[in-house]
C-alpha cells in the first residue's frame, strides 16, 4: 500500500480516546499522520501520547510561535493528502459549515484542497438536532465525505446513535478516498433512475426513483478505478467525474442500451427502477377529463409488461457479475431471496422502500446484500449511499475474488 499524508483532526470528545488506535492502523498502513487537536480533545487524550504514536509534534494553537516555526497551518492544509475528522463533534461539524475558521483545525479545513473525512459522535440529541444534521448535509454537499456514527450504549449514558463508528469503517473509507485503485481494468455498466411511459403527449407513469443509489454506485466504481458506463433515466443529477452516460426515457430505451454496452461490461448493477408496465396503446392526442368526465366514463388504461432487463442480461451474459436490487416493501429479505433465485443473478441487494427517510429519494440507504450462500449475508445499516455503494463494490470483488473469470 502507498504511503499516503494524512491529517487527523481531533475534536472534544470521549470518543477522541479511540483515535490513538486510529493513528496506529493508518501508521501501520504506511501512511504518514500529522495529528491537528482541538483544545477540547487535548482534555480527553494526551498530547504525549498523541505525538509518541503519530511520530510528529501535535498542532492545536493557530497562533503560537513555536508551533508555527515548524509548520504552518497553511503548509499542513497543502501538505495534507486527506483530512479525517474522527471524532467530530456536533461543534466541529457547525463550525466547518460555517466555513470559520477560528481555530487550527477549522482552518486547516478552509485551507486545504484535500478531501476531507468527517466521522461524527456524539450524544443522541445533539446527533438528531436538525442543525446537526443540516450542517452533515452541507458538508456533504460540498464534497465531504461522512463516515456515520453506529448505534449502541453512549458514553453519557443513552442508547442509541452516536458513537463513533468502527474504525474498520473508517479506514476504509479514508482508503477509498485516498485512491483505492482495485477495479482498474473493469468495466462497470450502471443502471439508476426511474423509467418513464407515456400515456399520452403530456402524462407519464414512473416511479419514486431519484437516481442517488445508481449514480453512488458509478462514482465508487470510477474511483476505484473503473471504466464506468451509467445508463440513467431521467433524473436531475449530474454526472460524476469520469463517466460515460447514457440518457434514456423508457424501459425499452434502457433495455437496448444496456444490452448494447453488455458485451464490454464486466459487472453490471442494476439500481434502476424499470417500470414493470407500460400503456398499451399511449394515445397521440392529449386525453381530455372534461370529456371522459361528460360522458360519465371511467378512464381504463391497458398496461402490458415491459422487458426483464435483468433476466435478458442473465441469458446474455458471459462472465459478467450480475448485480440486482430488490425494492420492497414488506417481508424484504424473504422476496429479495426469491428475487435472487428467479433473476439469476450473483447478488442480490435489498432495501425497504416503504420508508419514507430511506431508499427512495434520500441520500441515505440501508441495505441487506444477499448472495448465494446465506452465510455471507451483509447488512448495511442506514448510512449515505455512496458508503452503501463501497459496501456492495467490496462484496462484488470479494466474490470476484472467489470466482475468478
Ligand atoms: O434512485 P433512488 O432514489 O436512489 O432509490 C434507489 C432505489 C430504491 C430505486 C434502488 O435502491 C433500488 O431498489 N432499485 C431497484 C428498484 C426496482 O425496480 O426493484 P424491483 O424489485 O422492482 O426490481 C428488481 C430488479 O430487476 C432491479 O435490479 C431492477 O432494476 C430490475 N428490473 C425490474 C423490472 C424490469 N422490467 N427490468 C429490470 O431489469
Redesign the pocket.
Known amino acids: 500500500m502507498s504511503s499516503r499524508r494524512v491529517v487527523l483532526g481531533i475534536s472534544g470528545g470521549i470518543a477522541a480516546y479511540k483515535s490513538c488506535e486510529l493513528i496506529r492502523q493508518l501508521r501501520s498502513r504506511g501512511h504518514a499522520v500529522r495529528v491537528v487537536a482541538t483544545r477540547n480533545a487535548l482534555e480527553f487524550v494526551p498530547v504525549l501520547t498523541l505525538q509518541t504514536l503519530s511520530g510528529h509534534a501535535v498542532r492545536s494553537e493557530l497562533f503560537s510561535p513555536g508551533e508555527e516555526s515548524q509548520i504552518s497551518h497553511i503548509e499542513l492544509a497543502d501538505w495534507a493528502e486527506l483530512v479525517l475528522i474522527a471524532p467530530a463533534t456536533a461543534g466541529v461539524l457547525a463550525r466547518l459549515a460555517l466555513g470559520l475558521a477560528d481555530d487550527l483545525l477549522a482552518t486547516v479545513c478552509l485551507a486545504t484542497r484535500a478531501p476531507l473525512v468527517v466521522a461524527p459522535a456524539m450524544n443522541l440529541n445533539m446527533w438528531e438536532h436538525p442543525a446537526t444534521q443540516e450542517n452533515l448535509g452541507l458538508l456533504a454537499k460540498r464534497g465531504a465525505h461522512v463516515v456515520e456514527p453506529a448505534s449502541g450504549e453512549l458514553a453519557c449514558g443513552w442508547e442509541g446513535v452516536g458513537r463513533l463508528a468502527d474504525l474498520d469503517r473508517i479506514l476504509g473509507l479514508v482508503e477509498r478516498v485516498l485512491g483505492d485503485r482495485s477495479l482498474e481494468g473493469e468495466v462497470v455498466l450502471v443502471?439508476?433512475?426511474p423509467t418513464v411511459e407515456a400515456v399520452d403527449p403530456v402524462r407519464v407513469l414512473t416511479n419514486?426513483?431519484?437516481?442517488?443509489?445508481?449514480f453512488a454506485l458509478a462514482e465508487e466504481a470510477a474511483r476505484r478505478g473503473a471504466e464506468v458506463v451509467l445508463v440513467a433515466g431521467p433524473v436531475a443529477l449530474s454526472s460524476p467525474p469520469g463517466i460515460e452516460r447514457i440518457d434514456v426515457e423508457t424501459?425499452a430505451e434502457m433495455r437496448d442500451a444496456v444490452l448494447s454496452e453488455l458485451d464490454r461490461s464486466t459487472i453490471v448493477l442494476?439500481?434502476?427502477?424499470?417500470?414493470?408496465f407500460r400503456v398499451t396503446e399511449p394515445t397521440t392526442q392529449k386525453l381530455k377529463r372534461e370529456k371522459i368526465a361528460r360522458d360519465g366514463q371511467e378512464l381504463v388504461l391497458r398496461l402490458v409488461p415491459?422487458?426483464?432487463?435483468?433476466a435478458e442480461v442473465h441469458a446474455r451474459r458471459s462472465g459478467q457479475m450480475l448485480v440486482?436490487?430488490?425494492?420492497?416493501t414488506e417481508s424484504v429479505l424473504e422476496h429479495a431471496r426469491a428475487?435472487l433465485e428467479r433473476?439469476g443473478c450473483d447478488l442480490i441487494?435489498a432495501?425497504d422502500?416503504s420508508r419514507s427517510d430511506l431508499?427512495?429519494?434520500?441520500d441515505r440507504?440501508e441495505v441487506w446484500i444477499l448472495g448465494p450462500d446465506a452465510a455471507d449475508e451483509v447488512h448495511v445499516p442506514a448510512t449515505s449511499?455512496l458508503e452503501v455503494a463501497g459496501r456492495i463494490l467490496d462484496r462484488v470483488q470479494e466474490l470476484r475474488k472467489r470466482r475468478p473469470e
Open positions: 443502471t439508476a433512475g419514486r426513483s431519484s437516481g442517488r443509489m445508481g424501459a442494476k439500481a434502476a427502477a424499470v417500470s414493470d415491459n422487458p426483464d432487463i435483468v440486482a436490487f430488490a425494492a420492497e428475487k433473476k441487494v432495501n422502500v431508499g427512495f429519494d434520500s440507504n449511499k
